[in-house]
C-alpha cells in the first residue's frame, strides 16, 4: 500500500517530558529500522527490527531511548527524560526483508525540538 | 569504523549542466550502496541502490557507477534541471556478519540548479 508514514511530523516537549514516536512500515516489510538526523549530518543508525525482536539495537545512544514493535508492523521510539541534545530528525525506514538486496524505504520522519 | 566522505558539501550548477557528485567509504567491504534524494524538511527517497557485485546502475537521467575495491561512487546527473536541487545523500551497506544491516551515511551534497 502506501509507503512508510511516521506520527507526529513534529514534536516540541519541554526538557525532562517522555515522547513516543510512531513507525508505520510499508505492508509487508518484515525489517524496520530507526535512525536519527542531527542538522547538517547524515542520518545515523539507531535500532533494527527483524519481526517483532530488536535484531540490534548498538545505535541507541543511551539507556533513556527504547524502542519496540510489539506485533512486528507499527514501532513506537521511546524516549525519557529528554534532553535538548535529543532535538533532530528521526528517520523510519522498512525493507521488505534484511539481506543483501534490502532496499531501505524512509519514512518523512518526524522532527522532534526538546525545549 | 566505515566512515562516509560527500565532496562537495555544496553544489551550484546552471540549468542544463551534466554533473557529478562524489561518495567514497574507507572499508569495501560493503553489501550495497544508495544514493537517496532529501527535500528540505523532507524524508529521503530512494534513488538508485547498486549490489556489490554491480559497476554501475541508471534511471533516467541519472547514473550511479561504483568502484568497490577503490571506496568510490560517483552519482552522474545528465541535463539538470531545477527540480532537481535538493540533498543528494549516499549511504553503504557494511557486511558485518549476522545480525547487522544499518546503513552509514554520508554528510550529503547539497545541489542547487540554477534557471
Known amino acids: 500500500g502506501a509507503g512508510v508514514s511516521q506520527t507526529p511530523s513534529n514534536k516540541v516537549t519541554e526538557k525532562g517530558k517522555y515522547v513516543e514516536l510512531r513507525c508505520d512500515p510499508i505492508?509487508?516489510?518484515?525489517?524496520l529500522y530507526w535512525y536519527r538526523q542531527s542538522l547538517g549530518q547524515g542520518p545515523e543508525f539507531l535500532i533494527y527490527?527483524?519481526?517483532?525482536?530488536?535484531?540490534?539495537d548498538s545505535g541507541l545512544p543511551n539507556d533513556r531511548f527504547f524502542a519496540v514493535r510489539p506485533e512486528g508492523s507499527v514501532s513506537t521510539l521511546k524516549i525519557q527524560r529528554t534532553e535538548r541534545g535529543d532535538s533532530a530528525v528521526y528517520l523510519c525506514?522498512?525493507?521488505?526483508?534484511?539481506?543483501?538486496?534490502?532496499?531501505?524505504?524512509f519514512g518523512p520522519g518526524t522532527r522532534l525540538t526538546v525545549t | 569504523k566505515q566512515e562516509v566522505t560527500q565532496i562537495p558539501a555544496a553544489l551550484s550548477v546552471p540549468e542544463g549542466e551534466n554533473l557529478v557528485l562524489n561518495c567514497s567509504f574507507t572499508?569495501?567491504?560493503?553489501?550495497?550502496l544508495q544514493w537517496f534524494r532529501q527535500d528540505p524538511g523532507k524524508g529521503l527517497t530512494s534513488l538508485l541502490l547498486?549490489?556489490?557485485?554491480?559497476r554501475e546502475q541508471t534511471s533516467g537521467r541519472l547514473n550511479a557507477s561504483l568502484d568497490k575495491s577503490s571506496g568510490r561512487s560517483t552519482l552522474y546527473i545528465a541535463a539538470s534541471q531545477p527540480g532537481d536541487s535538493a540533498t543528494y545523500l549516499c549511504?553503504?551497506?557494511?557486511?558485518?556478519?549476522?545480525?547487522?544491516?544499518?546503513?552509514?551515511f554520508g554528510k550529503g551534497t547539497k545541489l542547487s540548479v540554477i534557471p
Open positions: 525506514a522498512s525493507s521488505f526483508f534484511a539481506g543483501e538486496m534490502n532496499e531501505q524505504y
Open positions: 505492508s509487508g516489510h518484515t525489517a
Open positions: 527490527f527483524q519481526g517483532t525482536g530488536a535484531a540490534d
Open positions: 572499508d569495501s567491504a560493503i553489501y550495497n
Open positions: 547498486i549490489q556489490s557485485s554491480q
Open positions: 549511504a553503504v551497506h557494511p557486511y558485518s556478519g549476522a545480525g547487522s544491516y544499518q546503513l552509514t
